[in-house]
């Protein structure tokens, strides 16, 4: 048994083809003729683009657009004169193209991974790509093709590229498991996408395997067993059974509005990151998004979006999601968020310093921008205006004291926009969750994110693995929090949301129900699983529960005992 990320949930079993690396060498050879060299390098990069144009085309067709986005993500960055141009200055000074490649693009990797954030170093990895893709283009060397692999097979690789998963078959291929990648990699993205059971960053497992061997890949749990004994094996093929008996008894959910067992509706959004993300909230049966986190706008950007890029986005968004709410945060930077091209000071306790709500309180120029952009397109759909990181009610009303001067601007101007768009606060410090009586009397809604209240509630850096055991939202501390804050918030009569990674949590969702959450946000793939738990609990069921839960004094006395309760 080996251990890895959980990237992709689901039992796969089968048997073993493992992709191997080639090697990439090459002579580093002096050039004379750099027209004839630049001819043929040029010659592989136009190989690379059609073939990359068709990878993303068939991606879009097979999985869908936001994964097609990948691949046109290289088409962007090859076709990048920067890039280019580079290699060919290097060709021009008497370099192979091998060599010009692979020195450009190590330089750009170097670059993209010491950065801090997720996105940008994911840029590495994506160049990383690019870079053996046309090293393989310009050497002549074929990759095995993956789109002609036996049915029932587990592809076992080092990393599995956008472009090698853009060949896989889903009904041919019954796993995944890599040495590299986490949760958020491209590599896992596309695995959920195709919903093909993935454990990523299992290590050396190339080398320690070969074809044929069996495999079991519980991508829910993130193990591995290679050839494994005959009791695991016949345990794994009922887990197997389970899952997929599972899934489709979920299908059923589809078009269902989202009711408690005892028939009490409740709302269930979906949280994005991008406007297009909005479709694979609806074509996931999400009923609104809870959560726009608006920074992808910014990070995927190397200059300050304008009003007009940001109204764009989010007119798409809103326009997609046909008069469903579309909550949007605004900016929510700093912490482990940069964006190089803002220059942020470094601090020492960046998770405590100038960020979200306090760095665009402190930069109104580009707040009013966004604010601008979000009020502007409310005219084309139900945008909400949340804020991130609240922590006095001095904030939440400077913040309404833009949009309403905004709102003044566009009157004047005759531009049109919602005249009722709400503005609601995110509650995720405990400073927050101890005003929430104060902060609901000013606030039109309140939408909990757990991650952050957590990280705060328990003074836990939540990227910390070495003190990731204190960090759970089923610390007592943390359940008292979430209580007080719904309860605060219905008191006043306001809308209460979570759109932290809690509300999906199973574990979770009966104690929501028990306080009285009106709104769960949730990963859009997670959308039918939330809906099945919601219906299998009554509100007198719940309420038993909460009630015994909340007596207990441990965090792991009370995961137990709602895992006894659980209804799966
Ligand atoms: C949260 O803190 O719960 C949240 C949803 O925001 P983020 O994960 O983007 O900090
Ligand atoms: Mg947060």
Not at 45 to 56: H, L, N
Not at 337 to 355: A, C, H, Q, S, V
Not at 392 to 417: A, H, N, Q, T
Request: proline share 3%; aromatic share 6%.
């Amino acid at each position: 048994m080996q251990n890895g990320i959980a990237a992709s949930r689901g039992v796969g079993i089968g048997s073993v083809c493992v992709i191997a690396e080639h090697e990439l060498s090459f002579e580093n050879k002096r050039i004379d003729d750099t027209e004839a060299e630049k001819a043929r390098f040029e010659g592989a990069v136009e190989k690379f683009k059609t073939e990359t144009a068709a990878m993303a085309e068939d991606i879009r067709k097979r999985i869908g657009p936001k994964e097609a986005e990948i691949m046109e993500g290289h088409l962007v960055m090859i076709s990048d004169p920067t890039m280019s141009g580079e290699m060919k200055k290097m060709i021009d000074a008497g370099q192979c193209a091998e060599s010009a490649v692979s020195a450009v693009c190590d330089m750009f990797i170097g670059m993209f991974s010491k950065m801090d954030d997720d996105m940008m170093r994911q840029r590495a990895s994506d160049i990383s790509d690019i870079k053996v893709s046309l090293l393989k283009l310009l050497l002549g060397i074929k990759d095995i093709d993956i789109s002609k692999v036996e049915p029932g097979t587990v592809l076992v690789a080092h990393d599995l590229t956008p472009s090698m998963t853009s060949q896989i078959v889903k009904e041919n291929v019954s796993g995944i498991i890599t040495e590299v990648g986490g949760k958020t990699s491209h590599s896992a993205i596309l695995a959920r996408a195709l919903e093909i059971p993935a454990v990523l960053s299992v290590p050396d497992i190339t080398s320690k395997v070969r074809d044929k061997d069996t495999a079991i890949v519980d991508g829910t749990e993130g193990i591995i067993y290679i050839n494994p004994e005959g009791d695991i094996l016949s345990k794994y093929i009922i887990k197997r059974e389970e899952f997929i008996k599972k899934q489709s008894e979920l299908k059923s959910f589809i078009g269902k509005p989202t009711l408690t067992a005892d028939g009490e509706s409740v709302e269930l959004f979906c949280n994005i990151g991008t406007p297009k993300d909005a479709k694979k909230a609806l074509e996931c049966d999400g009923e609104g998004i809870g959560l726009f986190r608006s920074e992808f706008l910014y990070m995927d950007n190397n200059h300050l979006p304008s009003e007009e890029e940001q109204f764009l986005a989010y007119k798409e968004a809103a326009v997609t999601m046909d008069g469903k709410d579309v909550i949007i945060r605004t900016l929510d930077i700093g912490g482990d968020k940069d964006i190089p091209y803002l220059n942020m000071k470094k601090e020492d306790n960046p998770f405590l310093g100038y960020r979200a709500v306090r760095y665009c309180l402190g930069n109104k120029e580009s707040y009013i921008t966004q604010l601008r952009a979000m009020i502007r397109a409310s005219a084309f759909g139900k945008i909400k205006i949340m804020v991130p990181l609240v922590t006095c009610v001095e904030e939440l009303r400077e913040v309404k004291k833009l949009v309403s001067d905004i709102k003044s601007d566009l009157d004047k101007e005759g531009i049109e926009y919602d005249k009722d768009i709400k503005v609601g606060c995110m509650i995720e410090t405990p400073a927050a969750a101890l005003i929430a009586d104060i902060l609901a009397k000013e606030s039109d809604f309140f939408s909990i994110g757990t991650n952050d209240l957590t990280q705060y509630t328990m003074s836990v850096d939540r990227g910390n693995a070495d003190v990731a055991y204190l960090y759970s939202a089923f610390q007592p501390s943390v359940l008292r929090s979430i209580k007080n804050i719904i309860e605060c918030g219905r008191t006043a009569g306001i809308p209460v949301g979570m759109c932290g990674e809690a509300a999906a949590d199973p574990l979770m969702i009966p104690l929501l129900i028990s306080f009285g959450l009106t709104e769960f946000s949730v990963n859009p793939v997670l959308v039918l699983t939330a809906r099945s738990i919601i219906s299998k609990w009554t509100k007198a069921e719940a309420d038993a529960l909460a009630c015994k839960v909340l007596e207990l004094s441990t965090e792991s006395e009370i995961v137990a005992a709602l895992k006894e309760a659980a209804k799966e």
